[in-house]
């Protein structure tokens, strides 16, 4: 019998890595915002039509590409971000596999506009299912523009497995928050079928939570107190027992810089809460680990949103004990917040709004003690002011008497 083993040509190796890689429009929202801020970019919009089904776009303003790179980055395991194995322990990017940009091209009709800031002319290409349709040279702005279309064009089967336009919205909504989160240095712009549903400048941590998820969020947050052991430097807030629901929703955990799910380390969060709140109440945060990158190990998952800690049981601890403190210390006393921004405080209608002065009616010839002596039918009843019953209708006689005492009493002293 003859030999068997062949090697899959590349482009149906690419459908199969693919699989891992791009589950859902979401992913390619995560894949392609990430590359963004690994090419450094300050500005970053998102583009989705149909819930990423026709088109998932992401246009930014970073380094850019020279046209031999726009080819290569398309080839699986091409990439800028790492040269040897070691560098996998000290990352700094989002990116490592190199198979994001290959994964999308297999599966999907993908349009690029990319150029260098010392380039004069950008590289436009045209893939379809792996194949170049189109390269030449183009005018565009210094960045990268990546447009998905028709994710899942040749695969039918992974197509129809897709859900409804709301859900898979939802996840889409769920990755840029998790990323929008862990950057809010940069700014963002998420467009759903041409409407624009964020608009998220550069700011700090508490003023992009309360700008993602609303005005009302900004009370419920108390600060971590900053932890900065040489292991962990731990930051950011969570939120007071008072407001947690029995849902989890707002759960984030970000290592340096990075979405992650541990189901470790939220039992560490959710152990610092016991016995201030219910059993069936989850608890919420929105929390940054910052720790040496040579400690953690991110490629264990092809998604990369687990990850392994060389010191997981002292991080556990260090954690529990942020948390706890953070809550105690805001049990004792409402934490004094000099970070908050007092337009958090103006209604959402008034925001953009000019003040308006105060108006206060003055009628300047009124004159209460004058009011007896003239006719109702004078020129100030028209007024309003006019028309108040005259309440001071005898006040007078309150009075006869005194009038002539006073005077020959004044008359008296001063003689
Ligand atoms: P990875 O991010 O793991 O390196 P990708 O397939 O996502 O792999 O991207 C391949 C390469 O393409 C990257 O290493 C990078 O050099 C380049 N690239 C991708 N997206 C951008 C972008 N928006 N701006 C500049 N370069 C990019
Ligand atoms: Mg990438």
């Given at each position: 019998m003859s030999d068997i083993i062949r090697l899959l040509p590349d482009h149906v190796a690419n459908q199969i890595a693919a699989g891992e890689v791009i589950q859902r429009p979401a992913s390619a929202v995560k894949e392609l915002m990430e590359n963004a801020i690994d090419a450094r970019a300050t500005e970053i919009k998102l583009l989705i039509k149909d819930a990423g089904k026709t088109l998932v776009q992401v246009i930014d303003n970073g380094i850019g590409m020279s046209t031999t790179d726009a080819r290569m980055a398309?080839?699986?395991?091409?990439?800028?971000?790492?040269?040897?194995?070691?560098d996998l322990f000290h990352?700094?990017?989002?990116?490592?596999?190199?198979?994001a940009l290959a994964s999308i091209v297999a599966i999907a009709h993908v349009e690029m506009q990319t150029k260098r800031p010392e380039d004069e002319l950008g590289t436009e290409i045209h893939i379809e299912g792996s194949k170049i349709t189109r390269q030449e040279p183009c005018v565009c702005p210094t960045g990268t523009s990546i447009a998905m279309k028709n994710l899942f064009f040749n695969i039918p089967a992974r197509r129809n497995f897709l859900k409804s336009d709301t859900v898979e919205f939802r996840h889409i909504l769920d990755e840029f928050h998790r990323v929008a989160l862990a950057h809010p240095a940069i700014h963002f712009y998420l467009y759903n079928n041409g409407n624009e549903l964020f608009n998220l400048p550069a700011t700090n941590f508490r003023q992009r939570i309360v700008h993602l998820?609303?005005?009302?969020t900004n009370e419920k947050l108390v600060p971590i107190i900053a932890e900065d052991t040489p292991l962990v430097k731990i930051s950011g807030f969570i939120v007071k027992?008072?407001?947690?629901?029995?849902?989890?929703n707002l759960q984030f955990l970000m290592v340096n810089h990075r979405f992650v799910k541990n189901q470790y380390l939220n039992h560490a969060i959710t152990a610092a809460y016991e016995g201030l709140i219910h059993a069936d109440q989850k608890p919420e945060y929105f929390i940054s680990l910052e720790v040496d990158?040579?400690?953690?190990?991110?490629?264990?998952?092809?998604?990369?949103?687990e990850i392994k800690f060389e010191e997981e049981h002292s991080i556990y601890a260090l954690l529990k004990s942020a948390v706890k403190h953070s809550l105690g210390q805001f049990n004792i006393a409402p934490t004094l917040d000099f970070?908050?921004?007092?337009?958090?405080?103006?209604?959402y209608n008034y925001k953009d709004k000019a003040p308006e002065l105060p108006r206060i009616q003055v009628?300047?010839?009124?004159n209460p003690f004058k009011e007896e002596y003239?006719?109702?039918?004078?020129?100030?009843?028209?007024?309003?002011?006019?028309?108040?019953?005259?309440?001071?209708?005898?006040?007078e006689s309150l009075y006869t008497g005194i009038e002539s005492a006073i005077d020959t009493s004044a008359s008296e002293t001063i003689v």
């Amino acid at each position: 019998m003859s030999d068997i083993i062949r090697l899959l040509p590349d482009h149906v190796a690419n459908q199969i890595a693919a699989g891992e890689v791009i589950q859902r429009p979401a992913s390619a929202v995560k894949e392609l915002m990430e590359n963004a801020i690994d090419a450094r970019a300050t500005e970053i919009k998102l583009l989705i039509k149909d819930a990423g089904k026709t088109l998932v776009q992401v246009i930014d303003n970073g380094i850019g590409m020279s046209t031999t790179d726009a080819r290569m980055a398309f080839e699986r395991h091409a990439t800028s971000k790492i040269q040897k194995a070691e560098d996998l322990f000290h990352l700094q990017t989002k990116g490592f596999r190199g198979e994001a940009l290959a994964s999308i091209v297999a599966i999907a009709h993908v349009e690029m506009q990319t150029k260098r800031p010392e380039d004069e002319l950008g590289t436009e290409i045209h893939i379809e299912g792996s194949k170049i349709t189109r390269q030449e040279p183009c005018v565009c702005p210094t960045g990268t523009s990546i447009a998905m279309k028709n994710l899942f064009f040749n695969i039918p089967a992974r197509r129809n497995f897709l859900k409804s336009d709301t859900v898979e919205f939802r996840h889409i909504l769920d990755e840029f928050h998790r990323v929008a989160l862990a950057h809010p240095a940069i700014h963002f712009y998420l467009y759903n079928n041409g409407n624009e549903l964020f608009n998220l400048p550069a700011t700090n941590f508490r003023q992009r939570i309360v700008h993602l998820f609303g005005g009302k969020t900004n009370e419920k947050l108390v600060p971590i107190i900053a932890e900065d052991t040489p292991l962990v430097k731990i930051s950011g807030f969570i939120v007071k027992p008072e407001y947690l629901a029995k849902t989890k929703n707002l759960q984030f955990l970000m290592v340096n810089h990075r979405f992650v799910k541990n189901q470790y380390l939220n039992h560490a969060i959710t152990a610092a809460y016991e016995g201030l709140i219910h059993a069936d109440q989850k608890p919420e945060y929105f929390i940054s680990l910052e720790v040496d990158p040579a400690t953690i190990d991110i490629n264990i998952h092809p998604t990369k949103t687990e990850i392994k800690f060389e010191e997981e049981h002292s991080i556990y601890a260090l954690l529990k004990s942020a948390v706890k403190h953070s809550l105690g210390q805001f049990n004792i006393a409402p934490t004094l917040d000099f970070s908050k921004d007092p337009t958090f405080d103006i209604p959402y209608n008034y925001k953009d709004k000019a003040p308006e002065l105060p108006r206060i009616q003055v009628d300047p010839n009124f004159n209460p003690f004058k009011e007896e002596y003239e006719s109702r039918s004078s020129s100030r009843s028209s007024s309003n002011f006019g028309n108040y019953p005259k309440k001071t209708a005898s006040w007078e006689s309150l009075y006869t008497g005194i009038e002539s005492a006073i005077d020959t009493s004044a008359s008296e002293t001063i003689v």
